[in-house]
């Protein structure tokens, strides 16, 4: 079975500045995906970024960038610049593949944008 | 296209009453999850579908819950005499190649009083 930590319940940014989420999971699997998810206070649930394990290249999407650190079972977000549209909840998700394709994710880390 | 959606978006009901949830998936997306997500224990995964068959149902909770998913595209959960512990938004969420990404409804949140 996996299990991903994230262990900062709460962090707050200054508009404009970057933030890094921090991410830590354990897993006996080869390969893998790894997500970062947002969750604004409407509920919905929409991805930020991914990750193939197989990939040594960190993904990048526009102002998002994750440390993927596989010896280490690391995973950390990002946010460059960030905009009050930011302020959500993020959560880290790990997902096997075949049957094991389900994500389990971490606790989630609240993240507030300050004007 | 259209995204993932749930209906009812919000449901009230009494302890011991019966509830189905209902989750339309992205048209061709041949997986589907549900998940449950509460204060207490966070974002649980409950049930995959992949096509109508289900080849992870570990996550369901007790035998009160149960899941079908006909012609490869609307999926129900049911809970059988609700109690107050299935308070909860329960989310569905669908993927044209596992395991790449997850696209998720708005959910439904179920209140049981």
């Known amino acids: 079975a996996q299990t991903v930590t994230q262990s900062q319940p709460e962090m707050s940014v200054q508009e404009a500045e970057t933030v890094t989420l921090s991410c830590t999971y354990d897993t006996s699997e080869n390969n893998y995906y790894l997500f970062w998810y947002k969750q604004p206070p409407s509920r919905q649930m929409i991805l930020v970024i991914r990750q193939e394990a197989y990939k040594q290249q960190n993904a990048t999407e526009n102002r998002f960038s994750v440390n993927f650190q596989k010896a280490a079972k690391s995973f950390s977000l990002k946010i460059s610049d960030s905009q009050l549209g930011d302020t959500a909840m993020y959560f880290c998700?790990?997902?096997?593949?075949?049957?094991?394709?389900?994500?389990?994710f971490g606790k989630g880390i609240t993240l507030s944008v300050r004007p | 296209g259209a995204g993932v959606s749930q209906s009812p978006s919000n449901k009230v009901t009494e302890k011991g009453k019966d509830v189905e949830l209902r989750c339309d998936p992205i048209?061709?997306?041949?997986?589907l999850y549900w998940y449950r997500q509460s204060l207490g224990q966070g974002l649980e995964f409950l049930i995959y579908f992949q096509g109508n068959s289900a080849p992870d149902k570990s996550g369901l909770p007790s035998d009160r819950f149960s899941a079908e998913r006909t012609g490869g595209s609307v999926s129900t959960l049911t809970i059988q005499r609700t109690q107050q512990e299935d308070s909860a938004v329960y989310l569905c969420?669908?993927?044209?190649?596992?395991?790449?990404?997850?696209?998720f409804g708005p959910g439904t949140r179920l209140t049981v009083t």
């Open positions: 969420a669908s993927s044209s190649t596992p395991p790449s990404e997850q696209y």
């Open positions: 048209s061709g997306h041949t997986a």
């Open positions: 998700a790990f997902s096997g593949y075949g049957a094991n394709s389900k994500l389990t």
